[in-house]
Every structure is written in C-alpha cells, then in structure tokens.
C-alpha cells in the first residue's frame, strides 16, 4: 500500500481532504479505495458553483466492478473540479493523492475538518478492514 500523506484528513468512507489555506479544501479518494474499485472508468463530478454538503454523496466514480458515491468531508461551494478526469478517470489509480484529485470546495466550516481522522487512524482503521 502507499504512503500516507501526513497533511491529509480522511472520512471512514475513504475520501481525503486537504487543506489549501483559505477555507480550500481539496478532496479525493484513498489509494485505499481506488485500490479496492479496481479500474476506474468514469467520474461524474459537481459543477463549480455547486453547493455540496458535509457526509452527502458530492461525485460519483465508477468502476468496471462497481459504481461509488464519493462524500464532500465538509459543506461548502465547489471552486474547481478535476476535468482531466473526464478523459482520464484512471488517474486516480494512478496518483489518488495528487494528480487524481476530485474537488475544490470553498469550506463554510473549516471546524468540520477535526471530525476527520487523521493519517494514523485511517491507517488503524485499514488494518482493522482487513481482519
């Protein structure tokens, strides 16, 4: 599995978020997950502008093994999407903490982001799933 990165926050759900400064914040899938959906095939993302809220399904990415909601970490106004997805969902197989992000949302509520689990428990909660 690949590392980590210690500036992430993470859902139990498998979405990362990371914080930009200003109230930014960009989200995305786990290796974790992308590892577990296999191949990805299409992404539906929101619209910049869109209104996305804390824990409700935000974009969706699909595999050739199954389709997944992907969950906003915190409420807000999508700024930016990932449109290089559109032509290549597979990059977030590739690089799911970089070049795969999903979303740009400017947060209303910073705060939301403590309820997150940081690198180390979502690494305890990993090695939890696999036993």
């Not at 996305?52 to 699909?62: D, F, K, P, T």
């Not at 106004?77 to 992000?101: F, H, M, Q, R």
Request: proline residues 5%; charged residues 25%.
């Amino acid at each position: 599995m690949s590392e980590i990165p210690g500036d992430l926050k993470f859902l139990k759900s498998h979405e990362w978020a990371r914080v930009e400064g200003d109230g930014k914040v960009t989200v995305g899938i786990s290796d974790h997950a992308q590892g577990l959906l296999g191949d990805l095939v299409y992404v539906e993302l929101p619209n910049v502008g869109d209104r996305v809220e804390a824990g409700n399904a935000s974009a969706v990415v699909e595999s050739v093994k199954a389709a997944s909601d992907v969950y906003s970490p915190v409420s807000g106004t999508v700024l930016e999407v990932n449109s290089a997805l559109a032509d290549k969902p597979e990059t977030i197989n590739e690089d799911a903490y970089g070049d795969g992000w999903l979303f740009v949302v400017q947060a209303d509520e910073p705060d939301q982001l403590n309820e997150m689990l940081d690198p180390d428990a979502y690494a305890e909660l990993l090695e939890e799933d696999d036993h």
